[in-house]
Structures are given as C-alpha cells and as structure tokens.
C-alpha cells in the first residue's frame, strides 16, 4: 500500500442510515459511512490479469463487473463498502456462481480493502480475498466457510472521468 494514502472527507450519517432496521447498523463509525471523495466508477486493474468495474456509491452501495464471469461462469457482484481508519476503506461483495447447466452452483464472497493512492481518489490500491460459501454456510458470515479461499490477489484502480 502506498504511504501516500489519502485522508478522505466523508459523508454525514444521514437518517436513512440511523432508520434502516436489524440488516444495516446504524453508522458503525459514529455517523460517517465512507469517505465521499472516492465515491465513483473505477477501472480495477487485478495484478493477476483480470481488468473490473467497480462503482462505490455515497451511500455505502458497491456494484462490480469483472472480465472473468464467463470464463468462470459467475454473476455481476453486488454488496457495500464503508470508511476504515482515516485513510481506508473496505468492502464486500457477492456473486452467485452457476454450474455449467447454469443451475447455482455457490455464492461467492469478495472482501476487499483499499486506500487511496496520492492527493485524491483519482487512484486507488489494495487486495482482494475470494471466498465460495457452499449449502450450509453463509456468505454473510464469514465465519461459516469451512474451506480456504479460492483466491486472493492485489489490485490498482484509476476513477472514471467524462473527460480524462
């Protein structure tokens, strides 16, 4: 990781964030849910060769797109992402992987950690573990996958501009 890591701004907790019932806590970190700055569309860069698009919105929400789906046969990822120490972030996402008749296979479980790279969140870095949660095992628990992950790797990042 870089030394240069960004202290990023982050959004108030707002109440939509306070009032969101048993399945979300109510703004961990005192009432600021990730750093806005790097809220955005990234194009991810893994050190293994996979190329990604991930966007982290303000809200929390973190959507992903990778160039290995068809090769190995999983959805479009989704989950969240949230503010760590002053200069990270960490994330989750969740894919559904289907066996070659396309019924469901597992689900699939991305942690992720990243920091900002230089004076904005223009660029990013970080690392990645992958998980697969089979019948009786539950992807929102980490602690109920049994098996070890079936990959890990280090990515960069560079945001999405309109105009470069």
């Known amino acids: ?29 005192g009432g600021q849910r990730i750093p806005a700055a790097c809220a955005g569309t990234y194009l991810i860069s893994e050190d293994g060769g996979a190329r990604d698009f991930w966007t982290f919105e303000r809200d929390g929400s973190f959507f992903g797109t990778t160039s290995t789906q068809p090769l190995y046969n999983f959805s479009n990822q989704q989950g969240t992402w949230e503010k ?24 699939a479980r991305i942690d992720i950690a990243l920091t900002a790279v230089g004076q904005s969140c223009d660029e990013i870095e970080g690392s990645l573990v992958v998980r697969t949660f089979e019948d009786g095992e539950d992807p929102l628990d980490p602690a109920t996958d049994t098996g070890d992950p079936i990959a890990s790797d280090t990515f960069t990042g560079r945001r999405a501009r309109v105009t470069p």
């Open 1 to 29: 990781m870089s030394p240069h890591a960004h202290e990023a701004l982050v959004v108030p907790c707002s109440s939509s964030c306070r009032d969101t019932g048993p399945h979300r806590p109510a703004c961990p970190d």
């Open 84 to 107: 760590t120490g002053k200069t990270g972030a960490h994330g989750v996402l969740f894919a559904f992987v289907y066996n070659d008749d396309n019924t469901l296979l597992t689900t």
